[in-house]
């Protein structure tokens, strides 16, 4: 395993991250990023699944907050962005050809995650299209105690008359062969750098929308733009598939903001509601990028996230599934913001 290059002064994530060249069944070489736990109270491994345009450097600061409690994250480059191999000559565009390419990246992460002996148990972390990928993988066996989403792409938001035009043009666009012309009202630039922070869709702190922009401006390598028609029918298609199959038989913990309008909320709220003893969290007033909202709703969410990992640290230790409940934002007392699936 080869060292990747890392972005540290960028990710402002804790000491000792470092980065590593992975390369997927396929060939396709993606990147694994680490960061060691620094404090003692818990012990384990978040395996951090990031969104569509995505990259590792992104996620210093919550890597800073969860390895503060113990525990090492890994995050990881998909196929087709940050400096993971891009399948088409613009690189600016978010291409991939079949949505199950995404798996043979999470077998590669497994396989060096076991290479670097991080430690066990771990625990999923996913965000945005990486809770859609992250979803596949828990149905196909990913060896993990618990998992936890944030705004996770198990649907697209749509309104009922874009929808089935995003399905035809989709759809017809494979036939067709153009495919690898962007979707419509999307750009070949990176969303943080084309949105003025004051329509922006992902956060309402200005400060992380600033860090969010200062990383791609200072490493224009890491830009990803819209997505590709193709890719859209993927994922389309994905998430109709997911949406019919039961869920897995893991202890699941999902947050969501009440200002989504990225991912399908409906989706969401319909996934959790039969997910036996799973958790959905409602972040007041929350955009789409719930990990990255101001610092008290980000400290919230850490705290409920390593509370949730930490009840599943030793699973025939824990008791039932639906005891957990996320510590209140004030007085870390439950919280009673949440609704559970059945039982």
């Not at 089935?164 to 990176?190: H, M, N, V």
């Not at 490493?219 to 997911?242: D, F, I, M, V």
């Not at 019919?244 to 989504?260: I, M, N």
Request: with cysteine; net charge negative.
């Amino acid at each position: 395993m080869q060292s990747a290059p890392f972005y540290a002064d960028l990710a402002e994530g804790p000491e000792g991250g470092k980065a590593y060249w992975i390369v997927a069944e396929d060939g396709v070489r993606i990147r694994i990023g680490v960061w060691p736990g620094q404090g003692s109270g818990l012990s384990g491994t978040v395996l951090l699944f990031p969104g569509r345009t995505e990259y590792i450097e992104k996620y210093g600061i919550n890597a800073a907050d969860l390895c503060g409690s113990g525990l090492h994250v890994a995050a990881v480059d998909w196929r087709g962005q940050g400096l993971a191999d891009r399948p088409t000559d613009d690189p600016m565009l978010g291409h991939v050809g079949d949505f199950s390419e995404y798996q043979l990246d999470v077998a590669a992460v497994v396989k060096a995650a076991d290479e670097l002996g991080l430690p066990k148990p771990w625990f999923l972390l996913a965000h945005s299209m990486g809770g859609s990928i992250g979803l596949r993988a828990l149905m196909e066996g990913l060896p993990v105690t618990a998992a936890a989403f944030s705004a996770p792409m198990w649907g697209i938001d749509m309104s009922a008359l874009t929808r089935p035009f995003a399905w035809g043009l989709s759809w017809t666009s494979r036939i067709l062969g153009f495919d690898k012309g962007y979707a419509p009202s999307t750009l070949p630039e990176a969303y943080v750098i084309s949105e003025p922070f004051k329509t922006n869709r992902l956060t309402r702190d200005p400060e992380m929308y600033e860090y969010m922009i200062r990383q791609v401006e200072a490493q224009p390598g890491l830009k990803l733009g819209g997505p590709s028609l193709r890719w859209l029918y993927e994922a389309l298609s994905e998430t109709r598939r997911l949406s019919r199959l039961p869920s897995p038989d893991v202890p699941c913990l999902t947050v969501l903001g009440t200002d989504e309008d990225v991912v399908d909320p409906r989706r969401v709220h319909d996934r959790m509601a039969r997910w036996p003893g799973g958790v959905l969290e409602i972040s007041e007033g929350a955009r789409h990028e719930v990990l990255m909202e101001d610092a008290q709703t980000r400290g919230h969410i850490t705290a409920c996230l390593t509370h949730f990992f930490q009840t599943y640290q030793f699973p025939k230790a824990s008791g039932p599934q639906a005891s957990f409940v996320c510590p209140d934002h004030q007085s870390q007392a439950p919280s009673h913001r949440l609704q559970q699936g059945n039982a």
